[in-house]
């Protein structure tokens, strides 16, 4: 099964998010890790199981992973089984500020709005969206996190192998 992992970073945390899960799935040769400029819409053909993040800022995803999103014709994504993640802030720091709480609850982190646009171009989606902790605004990773991104990629497989 042909595995893409497509992202955008701002600071290098969702990157190495992205090659955690990468690394997580089954066989390398299968695996592609790259960052949503580098991509080119009909590589996509061939692929059986997508997976998008991005940063979360300004409450949504960065420019490359929309317009990478964008680029994708109507049902471009049928017969593909998709998921999508971002990196965030922990809900402890965004609590610590009002007006990021006020915020959060009107427009919410990017993951949700990726997922929406991947069904949208016809996906399977196959797990609800997942978010992954950075320390501040330009992280590093929260600790922890790159080998619960591990572990969630290892579910997401067993996920698209039962379905």
């Given at each position: 099964?042909?595995?893409?992992v497509?992202?955008?970073?701002a600071y290098?945390?969702?990157e ?12 390398a ?16 053909s ?9 940063p ?30 971002d ?11 009002r ?5 959060v ?14 069904v ?5 989606l ?16 929260q ?20 379905l």
């Amino acid at each position: 099964m042909k595995k893409w992992v497509v992202y955008d970073s701002a600071y290098g945390n969702t990157e190495q998010i992205a090659w955690a899960i990468g690394s997580a799935f089954s066989s390398a040769e299968d695996v592609v890790v790259v960052r949503a400029s580098e991509v080119k819409v009909e590589q996509l053909s061939e692929v059986k199981l997508l997976v998008v993040g991005s940063p979360t800022q300004k409450f949504r995803p960065l420019a490359g992973i929309t317009n990478f999103l964008q680029s994708i014709p109507p049902n471009g994504l049928r017969g593909i089984k998709v998921v999508a993640f971002d990196t965030r802030l922990q809900e402890s720091e965004i609590e610590k500020n009002r007006i990021l709480v006020f915020f959060v609850k009107l427009f919410g982190y990017a993951a949700k709005p990726i997922s929406n646009r991947l069904v949208k171009k016809g996906g399977e989606l196959i797990a609800p969206p997942e978010g992954f902790y950075v320390k501040g605004m330009e992280g590093p990773l929260q600790e922890g996190e790159l080998e619960r991104a591990i572990a969630w990629a290892k579910h997401i497989m067993k996920l698209a192998s039962t379905l």
